[in-house]
């Protein structure tokens, strides 16, 4: 199984052209981001083709019309010929049967562009819990998944033991991993190296594990994983100083390659 590490744009600083070098100089395959400014697209597009990386567009729906919004944006997605696409779609407050209209019309416009989309476990979102995207996935079996479980150890303050029937309904839904540490008061961890956050690492790790599985099963040859720890705000930092208590980059570095090394040793 091949895997290819995407780096996030979240929290990087510098001119867009320095955050493009520092990923290709770390040896990331890609980018995965929001779309660019319309007064940055012409650099951003002459910058993945210059570094040689692939691009993993991210879209975010927006009401009163979630589907409009998605149709929208995945039509300027594809104009930048990215390798996937990553949604955060609908609202965790509409009602059930409005969400299952909106997936059903997300599908269908997936098959119409002939480009994957997965659908993020975000919070916020209609996948927001893991009991709802299993009912969802049942509703509509077209959809695909970004997984980032981090979400839903939040939202369920646990580390999803009493989930898996539900986790096991998603592995093979899943066509991109967002590789972020989550434990049970929060979406990230201050620091998956640390040994007392190893029990959620290894509770991440082994359904990753089983996502890279499902693929293997389904003949598949190729996992995208994005190690997305986010900066402050997601990122732990010291009272009074707001100082991080770890370096992002280092964080999301270390991640990805656990990740890929990991597979290296099985």
Not at 242 to 261: E, T
């Amino acid at each position: 199984m091949e895997i290819k590490l995407f780096k996030a744009l979240w929290g990087m600083e510098g001119s867009l052209e320095s955050q493009f070098e520092r990923i290709a100089a770390a040896g990331y395959v890609g980018i995965e981001a929001p779309m660019p400014t319309l007064a940055e697209e012409e650099q951003f597009r002459k910058l993945l083709e210059k570094h040689q990386l692939d691009y993993i567009a991210m879209v975010f729906t927006q009401g009163p019309d979630h589907v409009t919004s998605f149709a929208e944006q995945v039509a300027r997605a594809v104009t930048f010929q990215p390798i996937s696409i990553t949604s955060h779609s609908a609202k965790d407050s509409m009602p059930f049967e409005e969400q299952v209209e909106f997936f059903r019309k997300a599908a269908d416009i997936e098959k119409e562009y002939g480009i994957a989309i997965g659908h993020e476990t975000h919070r916020g979102r209609a996948l927001y819990n893991p009991w709802e995207t299993g009912r969802l996935l049942d509703a509509v079996p077209e959809i695909n998944l970004t997984a980032d479980y981090s979400h839903w150890c939040c939202v369920t303050e646990t580390t999803l033991e009493n989930q898996e029937e539900n986790l096991r309904k998603s592995f093979s839904r899943v066509q991109h991993i967002h590789g972020r540490v989550g434990y049970a008061q929060g979406p990230q961890v201050p620091d998956p190296r640390a040994p007392e956050y190893v029990h959620e690492l290894q509770r991440h790790m082994s359904w990753w594990d089983s996502i890279v599985q499902a693929k293997q099963d389904a003949g598949l040859t190729t996992v995208t994983f994005t190690p997305e720890f986010g900066p402050p705000g997601y990122l732990h930092t010291l009272p009074f100083t707001n100082q991080p208590v770890a370096d992002l980059w280092d964080v999301c570095l270390w991640m990805g390659k656990h990740f890929k090394g990991h597979y290296k040793s099985i």
